[in-house]
């Protein structure tokens, strides 16, 4: 299976699906939610999805009211339009990396294995981690490690890898691994190893910035009423996402009208995030760090 979506049926089922609308999943994947958009779209309804990585091709669907946009999500707004498909009635997001990123050893996003320090999610654009690794300077590496991987041990990281690298270029994961294991503790060699290549992943990838730009063309493209959802996997992104449908900004800073109305383009459906059962985590272990929010267009 290229990809096990998580929490595919709560997801979709908050999307509400209206059988003539549009419909758009913003990371396609193995299609798995697209096709459970699809079973409920009738034969007037449009559903268009985007994938960046090449591989998701391979996965398109063929129906006539599909199309697959072979882009970053960041570029929702224009590809939208280029398909005359603005406003639009639903919006889902399932962030992260896919299972078949982490399997595929070339892809270099995995700790299992040793192969080339990539992470690109489109391996053709853009600086490689091994790019990353071998040109940032100790503080701005000290920076990502610990911003994007909140880890503590980030200073010792980034001096460890500076001074790897004076002696020759670190070029693949198990160079990597080598290096980082003199800063971290050996009983959380695994967690905190996984936090290293999250953090450069983030970073090759731009992966907060592509959510920021995703989240405000989300509030410009769908009509009053339309929806929302958003899977995540790690803090800083659900951060982002929470403040955004609260407070219409990043920061969580609330502001308020005239009337004491929260000044923000999207009202939250859900308090807290929604989280898949016992039973599914004991299916996918993926979907164990998942978040779910759901947030309504307002009708301004």
Do not use: W
């Not at 998701?56 to 072979?70: E, G, H, P």
């Not at 224009?78 to 078949?100: E, M, Q, R, T």
Request: aromatic share 8%; hydrophobic share 40%.
């Amino acid at each position: 299976m290229y990809h096990k979506p998580v929490l595919l049926h709560k997801s979709v089922e908050l999307l509400n699906v209206n059988p003539g609308g549009v419909y758009v999943d913003v990371t396609f994947g193995g299609g798995g939610h697209s096709r459970a958009i699809l079973e409920k779209l009738g034969k007037e309804g449009r559903l268009i999805a985007f994938d960046q990585d090449p591989d998701a091709l391979k996965n398109k669907i063929d129906d006539d009211r599909f199309v697959l946009v072979s882009q970053n999500f960041r570029y929702l707004k224009n590809f939208l339009k280029l398909y005359n498909a603005v406003p639009v009635d639903g919006i889902l997001a399932d962030l992260g990396v896919s299972s078949h990123q982490f399997d595929v050893p070339a892809r270099g996003f995995s700790t299992r294995f040793d192969a080339k320090l990539d992470m690109r999610m489109n391996p053709s654009a853009g600086k490689s981690a091994a790019d990353v690794l071998n040109e940032y300077s100790a503080d701005r590496l000290q920076n990502i490690f610990s911003l994007y991987g909140e880890l503590r041990s980030s200073y010792c990281l980034s001096r460890a890898i500076v001074k790897a690298r004076e002696e020759k270029p670190i070029e693949t994961t198990g160079e990597l691994m080598n290096i980082i294991k003199e800063c971290l503790p050996e009983k959380k060699i695994n967690k905190l190893s996984a936090m290293v290549f999250q953090a450069l992943r983030i970073e090759v990838n731009e992966e907060l910035e592509a959510l920021k730009d995703m989240l405000r063309q989300a509030a410009e493209v769908l009509k009053p009423g339309g929806r929302l959802v958003v899977i995540s996997y790690h803090s800083l992104e659900d951060r982002l996402v929470k403040n955004f449908f609260r407070a219409g900004n990043f920061e969580g800073k609330i502001e308020k009208d005239f009337y004491g109305n929260v000044i923000s383009p999207f009202k939250p459906l859900s308090g807290k995030a929604i989280v898949p059962d016992k039973e599914e985590i004991e299916e996918n272990s993926r979907a164990r760090s998942a978040k779910l929010r759901v947030a309504e267009k307002k009708d301004v």
